[in-house]
């Protein structure tokens, strides 16, 4: 065996040697070490925006709402058409021996027997009683329907975002205080058991302490699992992989401001992507409507043409073989069986519909802005009455702990404000999501477009 093979065999061998003393803690610790994302609200958004299916396939509306202007724009243009045919035919009536000394050669009109015939056409419709007209504007305002409908949804996205985004919040604030909720009753029992054992405690109030563990040990649970229910929705909205590891930026507080129902009205009067929707289909109607009475009207063409033909295609092009045609063409319907009648009858019914559905979305409006503001009205009113409770039950739990040490209040009282100080944080919380969840209703209603983080 040669010196160099050698070499390579020994730094295989010491590599392999060295790496049994390498802790597999640490390996594993290596493999593990998964890069997390982290999200605050507006990144959160702009995600669910690049990733929303609905989204997309709206986006993918408005380019077809485009060609279709690009459609109706093309019955105003004039259609050229070009043609060439070959004709064999059995017998061919000629000319040609009577008008000798003409300047055209009569097969052009009369045909060959071997017919060659290439051919330019222009049409043009003059007139045809607005239909054209309608149609070009159903469909700029169709486009206008789509990007509205878009604007829809990234709100509806938006709002479901921050309802998500706020309720993992939340969520991780139950966690907490369920946690420590646990952390207090475990202490409360080492020290009642141990009173026990010195003989200053009750048998009861062991057992009353170590029950009060066992039944905030479920909600602990609960809060674990909540955080993982609302994550998976959350990662299902912004298209992340279920198995990867996000995090969420900021913390559940809120800044209260003045409540103006008039004005959030006028804003969503302005601004709020169903009415301006209903506001479009009423428009739409009334263009239907005259594209319906263009029925009533007559229709006016004009064509040209200019075509070469020969039986012979070496002397096709040259003058003798030339001829061309003008023609205007203008046709009005007498009776169409009412046809026209039903169309322009349906047109208006639609167009009434149309104005009922806005009245009813603009109604819907106003009771959704009115029970949003509601809402934030009772949670802020929460909010206060608990940051104040707050501080009385962290007292009123203190007191009962030096009570119970000293004899003076009973282990009972102690349980009753560990909860109490539990629920007003709770109430607390909730308090803070529900108006954080009522403001983001309210910026949908209004239609604002206003996706900043909240502090």
């Not at 700029?140 to 998500?164: I, N, S």
């Not at 040990?217 to 590891?245: C, H, T």
């Not at 167009?351 to 009245?359: G, N, R």
């Amino acid at each position: 065996m040669t010196e160099k093979p050698i070499k390579y065999i020994s730094a295989i061998l010491l590599c392999l040697s060295l790496s049994l003393f390498v802790p597999a803690s640490a390996l594993s610790e290596e493999i593990s070490t998964v890069s997390v994302r982290e999200f605050s609200l507006k990144e959160a958004i702009d995600t669910a925006f690049r990733t929303n299916k609905d989204i997309q396939i709206q986006e993918e509306a408005i380019g077809i709402a485009k060609a279709d202007i690009l459609g109706a724009k093309s019955a105003f243009w004039p259609k050229l058409s070009a043609k060439y045919g070959y004709t064999y035919n059995g017998f061919a009536f000629n000319l040609g021996a009577i008008a000798q000394n003409s300047k055209k050669d009569p097969g052009i009109f009369s045909g060959y027997q071997s017919d060659n015939l290439a051919s330019v056409t222009v049409n043009e419709t003059i007139y045809n009683g607005g239909a054209d007209i309608a149609v070009l504007k159903e469909t700029r305002l169709g486009l206008k329907v789509q990007e509205e409908t878009l604007r829809a949804r990234k709100l509806d996205v938006a709002f479901e975002t921050k309802r998500l985004y706020y309720g993992l919040l939340l969520a991780y604030e139950t966690e907490r205080i369920t946690e420590n909720l646990l952390h207090q009753a475990k202490a409360h029992y080492a020290d009642v058991k141990s009173k026990f054992e010195q003989g200053t405690s009750s048998k009861f109030d062991v057992l009353q302490s170590s029950v009060q563990v066992s039944k905030v040990m479920p909600e602990v649970v609960r809060a674990k699992n909540s955080i993982q229910l609302i994550m998976v929705e959350f990662k299902k909205l912004l298209g992340i992989n279920m198995f990867d590891d996000i995090k969420i930026k900021g913390r559940l507080a809120y800044t209260p401001s003045e409540i103006k129902e008039a004005d959030y009205l006028k804003e969503a009067y302005k601004a709020n992507p169903q009415i301006i929707l209903k506001l479009l289909g009423i428009d739409i109607s009334k263009w239907q409507i005259e594209y319906a009475k263009s029925g009533y009207y007559p229709q006016v063409d004009a064509s040209f043409g200019y075509n070469y033909r020969s039986n012979n295609l070496n002397t096709m092009f040259d003058y003798r073989h030339t001829n061309w045609a003008a023609g205007v063409s203008v046709g009005l319907s007498i009776f169409d069986g009412m046809s026209t009648k039903s169309k322009v009858d349906a047109a208006k019914a639609k167009y009434s519909q149309s104005t009922i559905e806005k009245e009813n979305v603009t109604d819907q409006v106003v009771v959704d802005i009115k029970n949003a503001c509601l809402d934030m009205k009772e949670a802020d009113a929460i909010v206060i009455s608990q940051r104040d409770a707050i501080v009385e039950a962290k007292d009123a739990l203190r007191i009962a702990e030096i009570g119970y040490d000293n004899g003076v209040t009973t282990n009972l009282d102690v349980l009753d404000t560990q909860v109490s100080l539990s629920q007003v944080e709770k109430n607390l919380s909730e308090g803070i999501y529900d108006y954080l969840v009522a403001r983001a209703q309210l910026d949908r209603v209004m239609g604002r477009e206003s996706y900043a983080e909240e502090k």
